[in-house]
């Protein structure tokens, strides 16, 4: 069994590092006493949210385009929303098939999203589309499909803390552009950032209580 040197405590399982501590555990690992439970969820359901969100925000984006942005040079809005249901559906389709580093690819589909829309924009002359619409349309997206995710599939109450944490950076992100002032329009990157406060408390507010003993846990606090 493995143990930790400076805790002095055993940890069952598969654990590398101490839960307590964070030191690296010595010794052999063993089977862990609780049983594995395996994702539960409804392909049919998760299908028909992502398809009713997607068909919403198309409907939305042309009534948008129609009375705001008709004369929108670069990608436009309507163009930068289409990246969004595309983003929308990688991060639920990924959450679904293979939920480890969920995380990670996120923040990897953001970076390469929003890093190829900006050097396009770059390129044609930088009219500021990039920053202004695909960045806080894309981390919308995404916590959307978070959101989705947490509704639709049995997570686990550590997820809950690695999801809220990453729904804050991505909202955070649009923001920090517009305090810079980078962004022509601010309705995107304030949409985004009421978006993340909005799923965080929704987030915490579905488990809250065992998530706040989750934090508690991992800050020792």
């Known amino acids: 069994m493995r143990r930790c040197p400076d805790c002095t405590v055993e940890v069952e399982g598969e654990w590398a590092r101490c839960p307590l501590c964070g030191t690296t555990l010595v010794g052999e690992p ?28 198309i409907v939305l984006s042309f009534l948008a385009q129609l009375l705001f942005g008709r004369d929108q040079d670069g990608i436009g809005a309507l163009r930068s929303v289409w990246l969004g249901i595309v983003t929308t559906w990688l991060v639920v389709v990924m959450a679904v098939s293979k939920r480890r580093n969920l995380a990670k690819f996120i923040v990897y589909l953001v970076v390469l999203a929003g890093g190829v829309c900006v050097y396009w924009d770059y390129l044609s002359g930088w009219s500021g589309w990039s920053l202004t619409f695909v960045v806080p349309i894309v981390c919308a997206a995404s916590i959307v499909g978070l959101l989705i995710t947490a509704r639709v599939v049995r997570i686990e109450v550590g997820d809950y803390v690695v999801y809220s944490g990453l729904t804050v950076l991505l909202g955070l992100t649009p923001i ?21 406060v909005a799923a965080v408390v929704l987030l915490l507010t579905v488990r809250g209580g065992i998530v706040r003993h989750e934090l508690a846990k991992r800050l020792h606090l």
């Not at 089977?31 to 068909?55: E, K, N, Q």
């Not at 980078?182 to 950032?193: D, E, L, N, R, Y």
Request: aromatic share 10%.
């Open 30 to 57: 063993v089977p862990g006493p609780y049983p594995t439970v395996p994702l539960r969820f409804s392909r049919r359901r998760v299908l028909r949210v992502l398809f009713l969100t997607s068909l919403a925000v």
């Open 176 to 196: 920090l552009f517009l305090a810079l002032g980078w962004v022509g329009t601010v309705i995107p990157s304030a949409i985004c950032g009421g978006l993340s």
